[in-house]
């Protein structure tokens, strides 16, 4: 037998990968990995799987990617997560951590990237580090210094700019007025 890879868009975190792996096991599918954008199952599947599989994850969120410049986005943006989440900016530059670990050249990836998505990888990053500063501020033992290293700012005054250029209002502004419930989903990133 041949393992099936499928690619999930909207995977952004752990609980997502256990509400896939839920979904397969649900299905009483053999999964042999899930991991943030993708799921390896022992086996091939049949259409009608395929079909019952897209729909169970439709229904919490998540599409099933079926060609290839889909997927390599999804994967772009699983690899931005990562790399914020592991700290990497503090050992290289995201356009070298995306291409190394897609085996790519990142000028291919950003035309993929702002083909399918309307903005640049780049814009992604930055309004996906925008997100992750809002979540950090309304927890009561991140001061905004904390935040700035966190993220690989290179100051406390670059972060309060780049927030402000892209929410409007300084981050004690925003903190001000609004609650943590005024996050952004990731999915819908590519609007601004």
Request: aromatic share 10%.
């Amino acid at each position: 037998m041949k393992s099936t890879v499928v690619y999930i868009q909207n995977m952004v975190c752990d609980r997502c990968i256990s509400a896939v792996k839920k979904i397969a096991e649900d299905m009483y599918l053999s999964v042999i990995s899930v991991t943030l954008g993708s799921m390896v199952l022992d086996t091939e599947l049949s259409e009608v799987q395929i079909n019952k599989l897209e729909s169970a994850l439709e229904k919490q969120g998540f599409k099933l990617l079926k060609d290839r410049k889909h997927e390599l986005v999804e994967a772009i943006k699983n690899h931005i997560v990562e790399y914020i989440e592991t700290e990497n900016y503090h050992n290289s530059n995201l356009s070298h951590y995306i291409s190394s670990k897609l085996k790519y050249e990142y000028n291919y990836l950003t035309g993929v990237f702002s083909q399918l998505e309307g903005i640049t990888i780049e814009r992604y990053y930055i309004l996906f580090k925008i997100e992750k500063v809002k979540e950090l501020m309304f927890m009561p033992d991140f001061r905004f210094a904390e935040i700035a290293y966190r993220l690989g700012y290179s100051s406390p005054q670059h972060l309060s700019t780049q927030f402000k250029q892209i929410t409007g209002s300084t981050p004690s502004e925003f903190r001000k007025k609004n609650t943590v419930s005024s996050r952004r989903q990731l999915d819908n990133l590519k609007i601004i």
